[in-house]
């Protein structure tokens, strides 16, 4: 079974400290949002905040991969099929319900870089940042949509991210930053 036996106090100790921090940056997010808009989402938070609590509960591997199988062959579209179908009505709508998140946590100084790794220079001097807000911007013109972009950023990227961020305030992206509370 996945579930523990008695946590030690340690454990308990860090498994609050997780629970606090996801509660903090949830009534953060909150603060930015309408009346409205709030209220939703304190709702949708609180069941996130459950979930977040029974996967600090278990442990081992949250997927028993030896029960996953393949997809039968006929249910793996070629891409040209699915292209030549074409978009679905109202993906627009489906869209503008879709918000990304992108793990901006990890420091690039295994690359020689002494920020995170999204600011690391990959092609004609784009970063992994630049490339990214940029296929959300295309995404958004080309429906005309307002998908935004959310960086989880660690204790270790947060401060760099944010001053980067300012180069984009002429993009029509929303760009969008919260700090995870690092367990290990």
């Known amino acids: 079974a996945l579930i523990r036996g008695p946590m030690t106090e340690f454990e308990e100790k860090l498994r609050q400290q997780h629970e606090a921090s996801m509660h903090q940056e949830l009534e953060a ?4 949002a309408n009346k409205a808009e709030a ?3 304190r709702k949708d938070f609180n069941g996130f905040k459950n979930l977040f609590h029974r ?3 278990v442990k081992g591997p949250s997927v028993e991969w030896i029960k996953i199988k393949r997809p039968p062959e006929d249910s793996i579209q070629p891409y040209d099929k699915i292209a030549a179908r074409g978009l679905p009505d109202g ?8 918000v990304v998140v992108k793990l901006n946590g990890g420091l690039g100084t295994s690359m020689g870089c002494k920020g995170p790794k999204s600011l690391i220079s990959v092609r004609n001097e784009n970063t992994f940042l630049d490339l990214t807000v940029q296929q959300i911007e295309h995404l958004n013109k080309t429906y005309n949509t307002d998908v935004p972009l959310v960086l989880m950023n660690s204790f270790n990227t947060d401060e760099d991210t944010k001053k980067i961020l300012q180069k984009y305030t002429h993009h029509l992206t929303i760009l969008l930053t ?7």
Do not use: I, W
């Open 55 to 57: 996967f600090l509960q």
């Open 178 to 184: 919260f700090c995870f509370l690092s367990g290990g």
């Open 29 to 32: 997010l909150l603060a930015t």
């Open 91 to 98: 993906v627009a709508a489906s869209l503008n319900k879709l």
């Open 39 to 41: 209220e939703v989402s």
